[in-house]
């Protein structure tokens, strides 16, 4: 229990950071972006354009949707080259920020 209570203190204090809110942002932002593009472009319904954004950022892949246009499949390529590094840069700060809490008050 008192493992739980850690990462929970941990998640809290994450996302009062300043770093972790603007990297989180940032990934949100190139979500939403991607997947106005993918709503416009291939013309996928929100809910397909964001699943795929998101399955797609974070490298999970399922292949249940693909790009048909060459303008998707170009956007996409560059989407993942980007995407990619700003994904692990979110999750690396998340959890680095919950791992570099002080364990001053561990017996409290």
């Known amino acids: 229990m008192n493992s ?3 990462i929970t203190r941990g998640i809290r204090i994450a996302f009062k ?5 603007g990297i989180l942002a ?3 932002g190139m979500i939403l972006w991607a997947s106005v ?5 291939e013309g996928w319904s929100w809910l397909d354009s964001i699943y795929f954004s998101v399955v797609t950022i974070s490298t999970v ?7 048909e246009t060459a303008a998707g499949k170009i956007f996409t390529m560059l989407y993942i080259i980007v995407g990619l590094g700003v994904f692990v840069t979110a999750a690396t700060t998340v959890a680095d920020t919950i791992l570099s809490q002080d364990d001053g008050d561990e017996g409290t």
């Open 4 to 6: 739980l209570r850690r």
């Open 17 to 21: 950071d300043g770093r972790v809110k």
């Open 26 to 28: 940032f990934t949100v």
């Open 37 to 41: 593009f993918y709503h416009f472009v």
């Open 61 to 67: 892949g399922f292949g249940d949707f693909s790009p």
